[in-house]
């Protein structure tokens, strides 16, 4: 069964590139990688979702490699509103169909 | 706004009591999932109904169940409550199709149990 792994917290500074790795072994073809955010008392907020290669949208970009056993996250550009905590999901399809949450980065924004 | 509307907001009871919460979907959604988050905690999965019928269990208690409804409305009762069993509780909303699965948050329920 798939287990995802990430930092406990990273810090950074306004206007960086921050990247958050999600290690997650014995991820199956089909299977899809989902990083969400969180801000204190609020519900998570979807960020970006693939399953190989490259993703990019408005706000960021996923990077999965051709052994998907890990996926990184990419902001571009952060700014201390993005201090918030990124989690990663792996949605295990098929007959085993399963969701296996990460334990959350915090991510700390500095001026 | 997600989309997703949970009550009540805030719910404060005594230990041993049972409690229900509410979850309605997105509008065109079929799919409910219910998470608990302890203070300062990551989010643990619970459970996920697809149009009726559970899809997937994660770490939910035997003294908790779930149930979506025909109208696709979800409740979530907790039962022989323990301090514990304080949290915030989501419940997400999703189409579930078979190439995306993309969750709708809502704002949460604070349970406080006393």
């Known amino acids: 069964l798939a287990k995802t792994t990430q930092p406990i917290s990273m810090d950074s500074y306004e206007g960086q590139e921050v990247n958050i790795t999600c290690s997650h072994n014995?991820?199956?073809?089909?299977?899809?990688i989902t990083w969400y955010q969180q801000f204190p008392s609020q519900g998570p907020r979807f960020i970006i979702q693939?399953?190989?290669?490259?993703v990019t949208n408005e706000v960021a970009s996923l990077f999965i490699p051709a052994d998907r056993k890990s996926s990184t996250l990419s902001l571009p550009r952060v700014s201390l509103s993005d201090t918030a905590v990124y989690y990663c999901?792996?949605?295990?399809?098929?007959?085993?169909?399963?969701?296996?949450w990460g334990a959350g980065t915090k991510l700390i924004i500095k001026p | 706004d997600s989309g997703v509307t949970q009550t009540p907001k805030h719910l404060i009871t005594a230990t041993g009591q049972r409690v229900t919460l509410r979850c309605s979907p997105r509008?065109?959604?079929?799919?409910v999932y219910w998470y608990q988050q302890s203070l300062d905690q990551g989010l643990q999965f619970l459970i996920h109904?697809?149009?009726?019928?559970?899809?997937a269990k994660g770490n939910i208690l035997e003294r908790f169940s779930a149930q979506q409804f025909p109208d696709l409305h979800s409740e979530l009762n907790l039962s022989s409550l323990e301090l514990g069993d304080s949290a915030l509780y989501f419940c997400?909303?999703?189409?579930?199709?078979?190439?995306?699965?993309?969750?709708?948050f809502g704002p949460g329920t604070r349970l406080t149990v006393l």
């Open positions: 997400a909303s999703s189409e579930w199709t078979a190439s995306t699965d993309t969750q709708y």
């Open positions: 509008s065109g959604d079929l799919s």
């Open positions: 109904y697809y149009n009726g019928e559970e899809r």
């Open positions: 014995n991820i199956a073809t089909n299977d899809y």
């Open positions: 693939g399953y190989k290669t490259k």
């Open positions: 999901l792996v949605g295990v399809r098929g007959s085993n169909y399963q969701l296996i």
